[in-house]
């Protein structure tokens, strides 16, 4: 019981710090505004352009914008 209390403490812990380092970065993207792909950037908008970066899929997409 106790082990079991234990993990989802730790889970609740997980998850509030990943919902507090998307809004930080989220923060920090809104006070730079835009900017090119910046190496040590932590702001929302670099870290899902780096992702695409290693992610490259060269999919045909049916819509564009």
């Known amino acids: 019981m106790k082990k079991a209390l234990g993990m989802k403490k730790n889970c609740k812990r997980e998850r509030l710090m ?16 835009m900017h090119p792909l910046e190496k040590g950037c932590n702001c929302i908008s670099c870290v899902n352009k780096r992702k695409r ?5 060269d999919k045909n997409w049916k819509f564009r914008l």
């Open 18 to 33: 990943i919902y507090e380092m998307i809004n930080l970065s989220s923060e920090i993207a809104v006070r730079k505004g």
């Open 53 to 57: 970066l290693l992610n490259n899929t």
